[in-house]
Structure formats: C-alpha cells, structure tokens
C-alpha cells in the first residue's frame, strides 16, 4: 500500500515537474480558426472547419501537457482587410497562439503577414495559390490541404494523357483564377497539349451561357473550369443545358469540391474528373473519422479543407507538446520534425518542406455514375493515387526565400 | 463568313439571343419593382429574396410534396404573395408617409433577415432542380444550340409583361390603380378600397419575383444568395428605365440584357458593368430615367 502511495507520489511530482518546465504563456493554448461562415465558401469550409477544429482538440484530450486548449473562430468574410483586422486582434489582445483554415487566397495572404510578424503559427487550409510557399512564405506558416500546382499536375496531368490535348479556359477574374489557369497552361504544354484561348468572367458571375457558347465555337476538346464554388456548378449544369458535354467537348473541373457535386446532383456531374486531397469513403480510417464528422454536421460529409483542418490543428497540438512551449518558432521546428499522422487519415505520406508546404499524397478522383453511387455522399471513384511530390510544385522551383539553394 | 463588329455573324447572333434570355429575367423582375414603387412608392430591397424564396418554394413543393414544375409555377407565386401581403399589412403599411428610406431600409433588413435563414437552413452551394421533362432537350439553329427550356423562359416572360402592361394601361382596374397613386384620397372618396389595392399590388409584385425566382431554379443552382446577385442589376435596370415605368422597366430588362449579352463577346470582363455604366450615362443625360415622366 505504502509502496503504491510512494510511487504514486512520484509519479505525480515528476508530472507537475514537467509543467512546470513547459513553457505556454498565459497558461492557455487558444487556436483560432478564421474562415468564411457566411459566404461562397462556408459550406466547403466555415462551420465545418470550426468543428473539425474542435475534434482534433477533443482527441487530443483537450489539454496540452495539463495545459487547457480552446478553440475560437471569426467570419472574415472572404476579405482580407476584414480577415487581417481579426488576425491583429486576436494575437494582440486575445491571447491567440496560432491561427487555421483561411480558405480565399486574399484573406490567407493578409493574416500571413500579420502572423509572420508576430512570429505566430499559421494553418493554411482552405486558400488555393501557391504564393503562400513561393513569395508570401514564411518560417512560421504551413500551406496545409493543397494548392493550384497540385490541382493541375493531377487533373491537366490526367486529362492530357487520356487524349484531352486541346483546352480552352473559362477563368475568375481574380488572382485565384488567373493562378489557376498559368498553372494548368503549364501542364497542359508539357505534356504537348495546345491552349486555344480563354475567357475571363466576372466574378461571381450566374450566366455562363454565352462563355460557354465561345468555348463550344473555339472546338477545343477540354474546357477548363479555372473557378470555385458556386461559378463551376452553374458553369457545368449550363454545358449540360447547352449540349455541350455532348456534343463531344469535355469539362474539366479545376477545383472541385465534395460539396459542389453534392450541390450539382450525380446526374449532372458524372463523369467528371477532378483533384483531391481527401476523400471520406477511400478507406476504413477516412471513414470512420468521417462519419464522426458527419454526426456534428447534420449528416454532410467533410470536404478535403475540413479533413485538412482537423490534421493541421492535430499536428500543430503534437508539436506544442514536444516543444513545450508555445513560441510560434520553435513549435514550428517541432512540426517540421514529427511524423504527421492522425485519426482522419488525411495527409497520407506527409511530409513539410522548408517552404512550408505540407506534401501529402492527392487523389485523382472520378465522379460516379447515379447507378454506382451506393447511398448519400458516395460520389467518387479514386482513379489514382499522386505521390504528394509529383503533385506539388518541386522545391527547386519554389521562390521562397527560406529555401537553401 | 460574314462578319460584324469582327465577330463571326452567327456568333453574334447566338450572343444576342441569350442576352434576351437574361433580359427576361431582367424585365420580369425589374417590372414586379417598377410596380410596387410606383404604386407604393417604396423601393422594394427584397425582391431578391423573394425570387430565391420562389425557387425554393419550387423545390421544396418538388421534394416534400411532389409538386411538379408546373405546379410550382402557380404554387410559389402564392405561397411569397401570401408572404408578401402580411408583411405589407403588418410593416410596410406603417411606412407610407415616412422618407422614401425607411421603406428601403426596412425591406433590406428583411431580405438579410430571410437570406440568413435560408442559409442557415440549406448551406450555400445551392440545391440542383432538373429542367422539366416536356422543356428537356434543345434545337440546333444552325448558328447556336438553343435549350427549350431557354426559349421557354423568353416566351413566358413575354407573355407576364405584356399581360402586366395591359392589365394596368387597359383595364378598369389598372385605371384605379394608376389614380390611386395620383390621389389617393380623392379615389378612396368615390367608393374605392385603396388600402386594400395596395396591398393586392405589392403581392402581386412580389408573385413575379417568385415566378422568375422559379423560372430560374432549372437554369441556376437553387441558393440562398442566388436573389442578392441579381438584385443590384435589376435596380439598375429599373433606374434606368424610370421608377416606377412599367413599359420603361419591361424595355430596358430586355434591351440591358441584349447589350450585356454584346459585351460579353466583345469584352467579357465589363460584363458586370456595362449595365451600370449606362445607369451613369442615363442619369447625367435625363435623370427620370429613359421612360420616367419629369425629374
């Protein structure tokens, strides 16, 4: 008995020894997650995220060596001052150790800034430019989900060497798009494929019907959604409307989520091939995460942002705990060094590089036909596996000025 | 081939008929605002809304009740008059003699009232809602593929404005109405239940913007801001037709679309704002609008 007490004891001492040698200011761990919970985005981010943040705690088991974690969010509404102001804020005066998601390029970009001065932790998820490891890279931020490279090597990539050699491009006109469709002219080169031409539409723009005419008189054979959201759904059901897709064209979605097929039906969108850092159903760990997700969220299914949230928040909480303190530089050395691994089975062979980029495995994925889906969300084939370094832009190539050449 | 503006002709006019395609969106919306300002003299923010309530109302008559295109047609106009008419009765009445900007502010609190709910209710990315099966399907014309469904919506539109223009220009009841808003008083003293017209003409007014919200659920993802993308281009459209001027609002819908259409071939990133360049020119050249009567 006293044996036990004695031990016990031990036991106990050499517990708040190492709490006291951890070193977290102000005694709390507070993640922020800000993101789009109004807008274009907030249903392939926004509260999704928000909740995928707060299970990555929960599983964790809400404290960081005795230290209580707490999740808080902001809607930035997709604008960067909106989104910088918050950032301020949050840093300055709440206390905020790191900040997630940050899906819209312009909003990833402004807190980017903010969080490289304060020397703070940044969990890109949501935004797509590849800036964010190039020019806008930083020691302490991480490009979590994706990016535009990693969209075109796997879906130009795929559509070119299934014969898709002509392309024409219907683009944002913004800086996401404008990225998007480079990067995919690139690939498209490479592989010996011909651009005939582009349009730049509004944005956001509801008709599509008379670029999608100019795109159907220039005879290419792959029209290229260089566009998110809420432009490529009524950008794909208008080819369908205008006979389009069979008249012998071909669409190819260039940032395509779970939830714009879900939006579109699987008798729209069949057929249509596209790129993907997660998908729920690829195996029983995704699964599994997934429909835990799913029972927070009203039965939806997580898009690859929410997957990728959850496994940026998770590495981040590994890291804090090795590195037991919360200073933003060496927690970030923490994560460059520990393996990535987590429960939701996102970031498959994940690695981060100097520039910050997390390369994972991405998936090139096939939307079902109505009769294969076998029930609610089940809407993709994964055609192929990408190793997550032929997917992303080579670190050679990046312009990140912390990269040693 | 033969060439205009250095745009193959038949380009050209596969271009032109779709801009008249989104002209009918345009008139029929703009025609339901021109009404009830003219009428009610309140600028009606939440016609938006109320169009993207109508193509809910379609698709959720199609999923809970099984109502089909054709009954929603008739079905949601009903049910967002119905709406319509009780937030006339129980707000807008209170605002009559109040500035121009009460009215408005009211109305836009409203439209970001029900926006929200229906975003919250249903998420952003939109609901799909098929083309019905008699509309499926398009004719080749040679210079462009034409969807049914497409040339449907131009001649149902047609056929709302025209019948709204000689409802209120030809008719015993449009003539009350027209001096209701001249003199109120004077047509409530012979006999005449103005209040009651009132309120009949903002349901009536807001029953189009939920049937064009219905006409557009096949063509357009059903979403909760599908209203507050459109809404600003559909003012514009009426201020330069004339507030308040039907056959002015019904004209400019279609001849705006038809020139948005021309842009987009010829420089499609003005696309979005051709139409509020002319809203400026319109306005420095003859403030009423191209329709309005006196300034």
Redesign the interface.
Known sequence: MLKKALIGAVALTALTAAQASAQYSDNKIKIGVLTDL???????A?KGAVVAAQMAVEDFGGKVNGVPVEIVSADHQNKADIASSIARKWYDAEQVDAIAELVTTAAAIAVREVSKEKGKIDLVSGAASTALTNAKCSATGFHWTYDTAALANGTANAVVKNGGKSWYFLTA?YAFGHDLQAQTERVVKANGGEIKGA????F????F???L??A??SGAQIIGLANA??DT??AI??AK???ITQ?GQSLAGLLVFI??V????L??AQGMMMTTGYYWNRDDETRAWSKRWSAKMDGKMPSMVHAGTYSSVMHYLKALAAAKTDDGMKVADQMRALPIKDASGFAVNGKIRADGRMVHDMYLAQVKKPADSKGAWDYYNIVRTIPGDDAYQSLADSKCDLVKK | MMTLFGI?AA?LF??LL??L??GAFYAVLSLGLALIFGLLNIINFSHGAQYMVGAFVAWLGLTYLGANYWVALILAPLVVAAVGVVLERTMLSRLYKLDHLYGLLLTFGLALIIE?VF?NLY??????Y??PKELAG?WNLGF??L?I??AWVVIASLVLCVGTWLLIEKTKLGAYLRAATENPALVQAMGINVPIMITLTYGFGVALAAFAGVLAAP???V?P??GS??IIVVFAVVVIGGMGSIMGSIVTGFMLGLLE?LT??IY??A???VIFMVMVVVLLIKPAGLFGKGA
Not at chain 1, 204 to 207: E, H
Not at chain 2, 123 to 128: E, K, N, Y
């Open positions: 109004s807008g274009t985005y907030s249903d392939l926004g006109d349009v730049r539409h509004p956001p723009n509801s008709d019907s008379s670029f005419l100019q159907q008189a959201g809420a759904i009524n059901k208008q409307e205008f006979g008249g939830t714009d879900h939006s579109l039906g008798d729209t | 193959p380009a596969g271009q779709l801009g395609i989104n929200g975003r998420g952003i990315s939109g609901i799909p098929a083309v398009g462009m593929y969807p469904y497409r063509i357009y993802s979403n801001l599908m993308n459109l259409g987009k071939v499609p990133e696309a979005s704002t």
